[in-house]
């Protein structure tokens, strides 16, 4: 956990930066997969945080359900461009 | 992600050879009318892993800045030519300057906001935008060099080391080698080969940065604890000597990896090139 880019109480857009991490390959912000009040959040700068582990809490618009956003999984690359595949195109 | 992405395949050749360069431009969803911003990501990173991931993208889109993204040879979604020459940082200057082009890059005229380019490079990107902009004056305009240096950590690189390690699990004495290899390794998306051939081609041509030095205005950025940036300094100095206006940010707490998704950075960049 590297810095919290929103605090309990902001209101938050879906795709709004809300957290830097650094994984053990690289750098990333983790943007807000939706719109919503932010309820509370897990860790603070350099702390370590686990995959699945709760990140953050949202109070969503409709009021009905908050909605726990967890550390997302890393997932390998399904497609690697070759240089033939390149080279065949034209 | 905000803002409409065109991808792009960089198709015809330059100088009679096809680079095989992955480029993408992305337009903003409100124009603020000004030039484009070329980003130039580090070794063994790629376009992606540098400026999306990291939330770069994000930010200049949203800032109302047309961006224009490029994977480096042997690099994210580019080709890996097997020539030697592909790689060589003279080469990548003369692709870079076509892709330029190619996205509707006009020389820079005064009073048009919308003329130029401006650059963000990190790493061994910082030092392709230093050259860049010494020698294309006509179309640059400002750059930002984060993670910077006076001599690339990869003109060190022990190549031979390297490929035995490779090839029989040689431990290789040089921390530095082995760290770059380690990080190099770790990407799952990069061609190990491909990357030495641009070592290669990087001891092939040296950093110098004295030997062309940009006059436009320059923001130099890097972490407090970035060991691969400490001569940042030293480069500003360089540039200043040459008449150039260069300022300085050094960011509290970050190393030459967490910099990047530093908002403090980012913040900075977006300033600088809002002139």
């Given at each position: 956990m590297l810095e919290w880019l929103v605090a309990p109480g902001d209101q938050v857009e879906r795709n709004q930066p809300l957290v830097e991490v650094e994984t053990s390959k690289s750098v990333v912000e983790l943007p807000s997969p939706q719109a919503g009040k932010v309820v509370r959040i897990h860790g603070g700068p350099g702390d370590k945080t686990n995959v699945g582990e709760p990140l953050i809490v949202f109070e969503v618009p409709d009021n009905t359900a908050g909605i726990v956003g967890t550390v997302p999984k890393e997932v390998a690359p399904k497609r690697r461009v070759r240089l033939s595949a390149v080279l065949d195109e034209d | 992600m905000s803002g409409r992405h065109t991808g792009e395949q960089h198709s015809h050749t330059v100088e009679g050879t096809d680079p095989q360069l992955h480029v993408a431009v992305h337009e903003p969803e409100?124009?603020?009318?000004?030039?484009?911003?070329?980003?130039?990501?580090?070794?063994?990173?790629?376009?992606?892993?540098?400026?999306?991931?990291?939330?770069?993208?994000?930010?200049?889109?949203?800032?109302?800045?047309?961006?224009?993204?490029?994977?480096?040879?042997?690099?994210?979604?580019?080709?890996?030519?097997?020539?030697?020459d592909s790689y060589t940082p003279s080469r990548i200057r003369a692709d870079l300057l076509q892709i330029a082009f190619d996205a509707g890059v006009r020389p820079v005229q005064d009073g048009d906001p919308a003329s130029g380019l401006d650059l963000i490079g990190y790493s061994l990107g910082s030092r392709l935008a230093w050259e860049f902009g010494a020698t294309q004056p006509e179309i640059v305009h400002r750059i930002v060099l984060g993670g910077p240096n006076t001599a690339d950590p990869l003109a060190a690189f022990d190549i031979v080391a390297a490929q035995r390690y490779l090839a029989d699990g040689t431990p290789i004495a040089d921390e530095s080698t082995a760290q770059l290899l380690k990080m190099a390794l770790v990407l799952p998306s990069n061609n190990i080969f491909a990357l030495l051939s641009l070592v290669q081609a990087i001891k092939a041509e040296p950093y110098d940065p004295a030997e062309a030095v940009p006059h436009v205005p320059i923001l130099l950025v890097a972490g407090e604890n970035d060991e691969r940036a400490a001569t940042m300094p030293d480069l500003a100095a360089i540039g200043s000597k040459s008449g150039a206006l260069v300022e300085q940010l050094v960011i509290p707490g970050r190393n030459h990896t967490s910099a990047l998704t530093s908002r403090v950075f980012k913040q900075a960049a977006i300033e600088f090139l809002s002139v």
């Open positions: - | 409100r124009d603020a009318g000004l030039r484009p911003i070329l980003l130039l990501h580090g070794f063994s990173s790629s376009s992606k892993l540098n400026w999306e991931d990291t939330g770069w993208l994000q930010a200049l889109l949203s800032a109302g800045r047309k961006v224009i993204t490029v994977d480096l040879p042997g690099h994210g979604r580019s080709g890996a030519p097997e020539d030697l």
